[in-house]
């Protein structure tokens, strides 16, 4: 089965494309550079060209869609003040914004052309609005699932939302399978960034809710999202089933998002802000690389 991974020279992009090599897929690996390590096939593309992403889908039977533009302000814009997010390049995040949009509905419109039937799309947490607000958020119930209303205001989480909505539509009318995995931060194998955010709690204000998900783990999300089957377009929250936090989470969530509703959850254990019942139950993904407590 042959598998093209855009965005395959990333954080997860690396991780998938070696897991799916070494359980005998015929990997293709995207990016506008690569790794010299990078397996399988290696190919670099502009993907904001619809004739190169043409070029790079043909043939393929998945496509898992991880490539995309960083937004800066998305490291350092945090007000703590104001509990909101800062976006002083409107300019450089229109462009960045347009990138994003061009290439996902370029790989998206190729792979249905050239007949793709399983794609896997990366989406995020984001989504929600919790992470880079322009005014002060609460979730309107915790865990999130899923249903949650999806509220962003800020550039890069509008490309996701609007990249679910492009592969909403496409499922409508074409025979294919999309999943969007909506993944939060993603911690490598030593969890040393996670660890360190535990010093200050809210550093960067309450979007991620203290959730994670270790890079073997999202590897993982992204073939058991092509290797199950499911009807049309559907997200999946992906993240551990714990806060990095070592605080019982009724406890946490208390302290520092007052008033919100916490659903049935027991209130000694340790349990995470996003609810990933459904890929659990669809996608038989449990995460398996934790933070200790």
């Not at 039937?117 to 929600?128: A, H, N, R, W």
């Not at 205001?153 to 499922?171: F, H, R």
Request: aromatic content about 10%; proline content about 6%.
């Amino acid at each position: 089965m042959k598998v093209v991974v855009t965005g395959a020279s990333g954080l997860v992009g690396r991780y998938v494309a070696a897991d799916l090599d070494a359980r005998g897929y015929e990997v293709i690996c995207v990016d506008c550079t690569l790794l010299a390590s990078s397996p399988g096939q290696a190919v670099i593309s502009d993907l904001t060209d619809f004739v190169q992403a043409e070029t790079v889908v043909a043939g393929a039977d998945v496509l898992i869609h991880l490539a995309r533009v960083q937004f800066p302000y998305t490291w350092d814009g945090y007000d703590a003040a104001t509990r909101t997010w800062k976006k002083p390049d409107r300019a450089g995040d229109a462009a960045r914004f347009n990138t994003n949009l061009a290439i996902t509905n370029n790989v998206l419109t190729a792979a249905l052309a050239a007949g793709v039937k399983k794609i896997v799309m990366g989406s995020s947490f984001t989504i929600y609005g919790l992470y880079y607000p322009s005014r002060p958020v609460l979730p309107n119930y915790l865990p999130i699932d899923e249903q949650h209303p999806r509220s962003p205001d800020d550039p890069y989480s509008l490309t996701k939302l609007i990249g679910e909505e492009l592969a909403g539509a496409y499922v409508s009318c074409n025979p294919v399978q999309i999943a969007s995995l909506r993944f939060p931060g993603v911690s490598g194998e030593d969890h040393s960034g996670f660890v360190e955010k535990r010093k200050e709690p809210m550093a960067r204000g309450i979007g991620g809710l203290w959730s994670y998900v270790d890079v073997r783990d999202a590897a993982t999300a992204c073939r058991l999202a092509f290797e199950q089957d499911f009807r049309g377009h559907q997200s999946f929250n992906i993240c551990a089933p714990t806060t990095f936090m070592p605080t019982p989470s009724a406890e946490l969530f208390e302290r520092y998002l007052p008033g919100v509703k916490i659903r049935e959850r027991d209130r000694e254990q340790n349990w995470a802000g996003y609810d990933t019942q459904k890929a659990n139950r669809c996608l038989g993904f449990k995460a398996r690389h934790l933070l200790e407590l």
